[in-house]
């Protein structure tokens, strides 16, 4: 059961770019998948959220209305689009997932995965700089 993140890099404020979760060993049926992003010295951001099974999203207030979670269960990847990047969204960002079971809200799930999740990924470096 692995996680595996990408899409990271250096872009220019303003610009846009795509993370990707991928998953090897299991699927997201059913899962809540969420994106933390985490800056050294300050605390872990729950960034976004979605639960597989009826495709609730969230998003935390830093980057609602110019971000988008996704899923596309035919690859096992989470898509985190991330529009009109600020320098402030500079950090490693993480994927996690873990199953709940039915019923659980986004919000519910994006604050259950700090600390309750099945996986978590490497990290991806995403820095916002001109």
């Known amino acids: 059961v692995q996680l595996v993140e990408s899409g990271g890099g250096l872009v220019q404020p303003g610009g846009s770019l795509r993370l990707s979760c991928t998953a090897s060993?299991?699927?997201?049926?059913?899962?809540?998948i969420g994106w933390f992003r985490q800056v050294p010295g300050k605390e872990r951001e729950g960034v976004s959220c979605i639960v597989e099974s009826d495709g609730d999203t969230y998003y935390a207030g830093s980057v609602r209305g110019r971000s988008t979670i996704s899923v596309d269960n035919a690859k096992k990847t989470v898509y985190l689009q991330i529009d009109n990047l600020k320098p402030e969204d500079t950090a490693v960002y993480f994927c996690?997932?873990?199953?709940?079971?039915?019923?659980?809200?986004?919000?519910?799930?994006?604050?259950?995965?700090?600390?309750?999740?099945?996986?978590w990924g490497q990290g991806t470096q995403v820095t916002v700089s001109s």
């Open positions: 996690a997932a873990a199953y709940y079971g039915p019923g659980i809200t986004p919000d519910q799930a994006m604050l259950a995965l700090h600390t309750q999740f099945d996986s």
């Open positions: 060993g299991f699927t997201f049926e059913d899962y809540a």
